[in-house]
């Protein structure tokens, strides 16, 4: 057999010896030095370019924020959906849309007459008041707690509400009659200047009667 | 990431989807920005060559008809942008790419492995550089090299063991110069 060609010992470093050839490539091989020694200096090359080329590009550094860029581009070339429109984008667009309905609800709310509650008393500071006073509201009887610090300056207060037109009007007229200058809001008669105790009390005679 | 998964992932990131795409920025980017770097030896045409790889890859995925990987499409793309830009920098300078790292001798007029390796790399053409990359820096095999060049799996063996032929006999002069040098 002739000497292996430069193309032949690189196909068969590469397994790619028809079958049928490399036992005949492997015997030459076996025996001829020449062949032997060229194999050898392609397989050192080969080793030399595999160690050296991973390294070639060790000196020179990527441009500093490539990767920020390529995703510039991308953004640039896609229209990027936002990133808060895909893992956590739902319950944030449902929170937003909460808020967008409570908000629109709770002028409607302000508009409507609170439900009241009915039957035993409820006792409610107005914190917000524009003015100095203090207002109290009984919505009923049996105060069951009278904070500490309204008691101490009822300046003003609310002493019965009720949706009973004919209830309001009685109640209304009873106070009259006890001297004090109840006045009307709505479903609210509002005395000023009563004292807590004095307030309860009427309306507690009141409501016997 | 399997090959399933990655396609649900380039579909994703073809639809916009940004962390799509930095999935795949992340397992291809680092690796094929330093090969082209290690080629055309300029971060801005490395940076060029990889954003344009990327954003074609994604752009033209109809006309990648290949049973391989998005990474071998990625890459065959890379592969002729850089051997563009090769060509592009060999006619600006009649010196190579590969001459701003040439090393010079040591005291002794020896070039270490390297730079021997570097300077030898010089006579290649393009083609035949970007198949040496591929074959030694990528450990791309002759068929995972002809996929991805799109080429028969014999133009590959061809320039490639061309290339060996050519280093061999650049590396001998290389050689047999420094020989004489330190005499």
């Given amino acids: ?209 | 990431m399997t090959t399933e998964n990655e396609q649900i992932i380039i579909a994703r990131a073809r639809q916009g989807e940004e962390e799509a795409f930095t999935l795949l920025v992340n397992k291809y980017g680092p690796r094929l920005q330093q090969m082209v770097l290690a080629m055309v030896r300029n971060p801005y045409d490395a940076e060029d060559i990889v954003q344009e790889a990327f954003l074609t890859a994604l752009q033209r995925l109809e006309t990648f008809k290949g049973d391989s990987s998005f990474g071998t499409w990625l890459y065959r793309i890379a592969y002729n942008r850089t051997i563009d830009t090769l060509r592009r920098q060999r006619e600006v300078t009649v010196e190579t790419v590969y001459s701003s790292s040439r090393e010079e001798p040591s005291d002794f007029g020896q070039l270490d492995s390297k730079a021997e390796i570097s300077k030898a790399l010089e006579v290649l053409s393009p083609e035949q550089l970007g198949v040496v990359f591929l074959r030694h820096y990528q450990d791309y095999s002759l068929r995972e090299i002809a996929a991805t060049l799109n080429v028969p799996i014999g133009t590959v063996k061809s320039r490639l063991y061309y290339a060996y032929s050519r280093l061999q006999a650049e590396l001998s002069k290389i050689r047999e110069a420094e020989q004489k040098w330190s005499i």
Wanted: hydrophobic share 35%.
């Fill in chain 1, 1 to 209: 057999m002739e000497h292996l060609n430069f193309t032949q010992l690189n196909e068969y470093l590469d397994d790619e010896i028809n079958k049928d050839k490399l036992e005949l490539v492997r015997a030459h091989l076996f025996s001829c030095t020449q062949c032997q020694q060229e194999l050898s200096r392609i397989k050192d090359l080969r080793t030399q370019l595999t160690k050296e080329v991973q390294t070639l590009g060790g000196d020179v550094k990527p441009a500093l924020g490539w990767e920020k860029r390529l995703h510039q581009r991308y953004r640039e070339t896609y229209r990027v959906k936002p990133q808060w429109n895909r893992s956590w984008g739902r319950p944030v667009i449902a929170a937003l849309v909460a808020l967008l309905l409570l908000a629109l609800y709770l002028p409607l709310q302000n508009r409507v007459p609170l439900r009241r509650p009915s039957g035993p008393s409820v006792l409610e500071p107005i914190e917000n008041l524009p003015s100095p006073h203090k207002e109290l509201r009984l919505f009923g009887l049996d105060q069951q707690k009278v904070p500490e610090s309204l008691e101490t300056r009822p300046e003003r207060a609310v002493v019965y509400t009720s949706t009973n037109e004919d209830e309001l009007e009685q109640v209304y007229q009873e106070l009259q009659k006890a001297g004090l200058q109840p006045v009307r809001r709505g479903n609210e008669i509002l005395v000023e200047r009563i004292n807590l105790q004095e307030a309860e009390r009427l309306i507690a005679e009141i409501t016997k009667k």
